[in-house]
């Protein structure tokens, strides 16, 4: 992986070898910090790179950062056109990722919260896929549960839970499968190691509500959205039990750096017919013809890069 040639550090863009911090720093030691995850994905027929929802990710992000207690300077406004700004000045012409990141850079020892000072760092490099086979995967029902609401918010995207994804996720890869279900603690489906997670049974789409220790996701609304307006099909949020998995029609996961993957197996069964289904096939074209900006209905969650400054004019400003 090629490493990013600029950072937003510090309230501006920097060379990114400037954008550093110190082992002391304490979200480094205490996992303390928020971040986002958002997409660029780039349109050759527009010559534009549209960056997939941004007021929506950093919405998420700043709430993240709220359940951390962190007082950040910026509000969403601030931190897309930050995120706009940056991505032109990597002048990329294909598809990105982008992260930002709340921390608290105080370095100092002590565990807690408050009497803290906390930053923002966004960097953004070119990214393609996040599994290799979007359209057929095999995952496994994780044996780790995943972290509670009362233990850490999995409805925020917050640094110290991953440590819970990423036991899910080695563990599921190591014993041969691509990615991990993750239980919660009453034993219902909250969502994979890094997405979330629709079924198709009876026709109908069923994902689990926010309150069943899920992140928030931005790609399970636009789904939602999708599902419904478009495809015809009724989404219903409710408690999934596991053995309903194995009995699903089809299954997939959704999230900004997996995008939409078929889930064809869960623990050696097949789901459906073994292979991708027709509902998910359809919502996945879509998906993507929606984050490339080809779809005028849906633009306006794409926000152009390039003619970003035309377009609004008078109103991008940079910020100090
Ligand atoms: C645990 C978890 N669930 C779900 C998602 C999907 O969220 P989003 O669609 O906002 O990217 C992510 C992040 O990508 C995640 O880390």
Not at 83 to 97: A, F, G, I, K, P
């Amino acid at each position: 992986m090629s490493l990013p040639k600029f950072a937003f550090f510090k309230g501006k863009i920097v060379p990114y070898s400037e954008a550093r911090i110190g082992v002391l720093t304490h979200t480094l030691n205490y996992g303390t910090g928020a971040f986002g995850g958002l997409r660029g994905y780039w349109n050759s027929e527009a010559e534009e790179l549209y960056v997939f929802r941004p007021r929506d990710h950093f919405r998420r992000f700043l709430n993240s950062a709220k359940l951390l207690c962190m007082n950040l300077p910026y509000g969403e406004e601030d931190l897309t056109l930050a995120t706009l700004d940056l991505v032109r000045r990597e002048n990329h012409r294909t598809d990105c990722y982008i992260r930002p990141l709340a921390y608290f850079g105080d370095e100092t020892i002590g565990v807690r919260l408050h009497n803290l000072h906390a930053e923002v760092s966004i960097v953004s490099l070119p990214f393609g896929s996040y599994v290799p086979n979007e359209e057929d995967l095999h995952a496994t029902i994780s044996s780790w549960r995943r972290v509670d609401d009362n233990v850490i918010p999995a409805r925020g995207k917050i640094a110290g839970s991953y440590v819970n994804s990423a036991l899910a996720k080695t563990d599921a890869q190591r014993s041969g499968y691509d990615e991990a279900i993750v239980l919660n603690e009453n034993g219902h489906v909250s969502e994979g190691s890094a997405e979330n997670f629709y079924l198709i049974r009876g026709g109908v789409a069923i994902t689990p509500p926010i309150t069943e220790n899920i992140l928030e996701g931005i790609t399970r609304w636009t789904m939602m959205v999708l599902l419904r307006d478009e495809i015809g099909v009724e989404v219903v949020e409710r408690p999934i039990d596991r053995s309903e998995v194995y009995l699903a029609e089809e299954a997939f996961f959704c999230g900004t750096g997996v995008q939409m993957a078929a889930i064809t197996r869960v623990d050696h069964r097949p789901i459906g017919t073994g292979k991708m289904g027709p509902i998910t096939a359809r919502l996945r074209k879509l998906y993507f013809d929606v984050v490339r900006g080809r779809v005028p209905k849906y633009l306006h969650w794409c926000a152009p890069v390039y003619r970003a400054l035309e377009a609004a004019a008078p109103q991008v400003r940079s910020l100090p």
